[in-house]
């Protein structure tokens, strides 16, 4: 088992940066990708950025350039930092982890969920 935890969000004007971290507790050895998914009024869920135990890397399209993911896996830790935040990343921003390698689109494919961190840029 693995117990997931957010922390970070919060207020931010347009243009502005944000970080998000997410502390994984428990079984922490096991976990191999952790990512991050977002879901905004009214929208699916997404993944937003993941990274493996590897180093390997996936940003989406809408966030490339301004959202850069950092792991600490011998901690168990994660984060997102934000910069030139437009008001389209409003958002509850999850973490995810799963134990092994994943196709990394469905949601279904993810382990275990923290609670999520609301995000919201706005004048």
């Known amino acids: 088992q693995v117990q997931l935890a957010e922390s970070g969000g919060g207020l931010v004007q347009p243009g502005g940066s944000l970080t998000l971290s997410c502390e994984a507790s428990?079984?922490?050895?096991?976990?191999?990708?952790m990512s991050w998914h977002r879901q905004g009024p009214g929208k699916q869920r997404e993944l937003v950025a993941s990274?493996?135990?590897?180093?390997?890397?996936y940003y989406s399209h809408s966030v490339k350039g301004r959202f850069t993911l950092f792991r600490d896996i011998a901690k168990g830790t994660m984060s997102l930092q934000m910069i030139s935040l437009k008001p389209e990343d409003t958002a509850v921003y999850y973490c995810?982890?799963?134990?092994?390698?994943?196709?990394?689109?469905?949601?279904?494919?993810?382990?275990?969920w923290g609670q999520g961190t609301q995000v919201t840029v706005s004048s």
């Open positions: 995810a982890v799963a134990d092994r390698m994943i196709v990394l689109g469905p949601i279904s494919n993810w382990d275990y």
């Open positions: 428990g079984n922490i050895a096991s976990i191999y990708i």
């Open positions: 990274m493996t135990n590897s180093g390997d890397r």
